[in-house]
C-alpha cells in the first residue's frame, strides 16, 4: 500500500523567508505526485503536480516540487512566502499504472506566515 | 460547472442520531472519494466509487458508515448510529481518473456529535 510522510508538521516563517516542505512517498510502482494547499476554512485546491517528464514542477503563486526518484521525495519550495501563504499543505500519492486508486495524503504541514 | 457541491456544511446532532451527509460532484468525472479530516490522523480516505461501483472501502472505519452512489451525480455518506469520535470534516472530491489528473474537492461539511 503506499504512502506519504510529512516530515514537518508545524513551520512558522517570516515574510520574504524560503520555504520547503519535505514529502516523502512508499510505493513500489510509477507514481503521480500532487501538492494540496487548505487555506483556513476553504477546501483543499492543487498546487501543483508531477506525473512524467521534468522532475522541477512549478505550480501557481511561485510554488515549485522537485521529484526525486531515488530518494521517494517531492518536495515543495518557494523562494520569498507571503503572509498570503499561511495555510495547511497536503503531499499526495497515487499510483499511475491506470485508475484513480484514490488519492493517498500526508497528514499535512500547517505553515504560519508572520508579518 | 459549480464544482463539487456538498450539503450541509455544518451539522450538529446528538449521539445516537443518524447522519447523512450530501455529495453532488462535477459531471464528467468518473470517480468519487469520500474523505475524513481531523486534527489527530489527518486526511482519511473512506471509500471511493468509480463509475457509481465502490471499489475501495476499506477505509471505512466501522460497520455504522455506509456510502452510496445511486447515480452519476449523487453520492451519500450515512452515519447510523453516530458517535462523538465521529466529529471530523467529511470531504467529497472527484476525478477524472486519467493518469495525472487533479482531484477536485468540495467545501466540506463539518460534523459535530455532541
Known amino acids: 500500500a503506499q504512502s506519504v510522510s510529512q516530515h514537518n508538521h508545524h513551520v512558522i516563517l517570516s515574510e520574504a523567508a524560503s520555504l520547503e516542505l519535505g514529502c516523502n512517498y512508499s510505493?513500489?510502482?510509477?507514481?503521480?505526485l500532487f501538492w494540496y494547499v487548505q487555506y483556513p476554512g476553504q477546501h483543499l485546491q492543487l498546487l501543483l503536480k508531477?506525473?512524467?517528464?521534468?522532475?522541477l514542477v512549478k505550480g501557481i503563486k511561485g510554488f515549485e516540487a522537485e521529484f526525486i526518484k531515488s530518494k521517494f521525495s517531492f518536495n515543495l519550495r518557494k523562494p520569498s512566502v507571503q503572509w498570503s501563504d499561511t495555510a495547511e499543505y497536503f503531499c499526495?500519492?497515487?499510483?499511475?499504472?491506470?485508475?484513480?486508486?484514490?488519492?493517498?495524503f500526508g497528514k499535512g504541514t500547517h505553515l504560519i506566515i508572520q508579518p | 460547472d459549480a464544482g463539487v457541491i456538498q450539503s450541509p456544511r455544518h451539522e450538529v446532532t446528538e449521539m445516537g442520531q443518524e447522519v447523512t451527509l450530501r455529495c453532488k460532484p462535477i459531471?464528467?468525472?468518473?470517480?468519487l472519494f469520500w474523505y475524513r479530516q481531523t486534527m489527530m490522523r489527518g486526511l482519511e480516505l473512506l471509500i471511493y466509487?468509480?463509475?457509481?461501483?465502490?471499489?475501495?472501502d476499506s477505509g471505512m472505519p466501522e460497520d455504522r458508515f455506509s456510502a452510496k452512489m445511486p447515480n452519476a451525480s449523487f453520492s451519500t455518506l450515512k452515519i447510523q448510529p453516530s458517535e462523538p469520535r465521529d466529529s471530523a470534516v467529511y470531504f467529497c472530491?472527484?476525478?477524472?481518473?486519467?493518469?495525472?489528473?487533479?482531484?477536485?474537492f468540495g467545501q466540506g461539511t463539518r460534523l459535530t456529535v455532541v
Open positions: 508531477y506525473f512524467s517528464g521534468d522532475p
Open positions: 459531471s464528467g468525472h468518473d470517480y
Open positions: 499526495a500519492v497515487t499510483s499511475s499504472g491506470g485508475g484513480a486508486d484514490g488519492l493517498t
Open positions: 472530491a472527484v476525478c477524472g481518473g486519467v493518469r495525472g489528473t487533479e482531484a477536485f
Open positions: 466509487f468509480n463509475n457509481n461501483v465502490p471499489i475501495d
Open positions: 510505493y513500489g510502482g510509477t507514481v503521480n
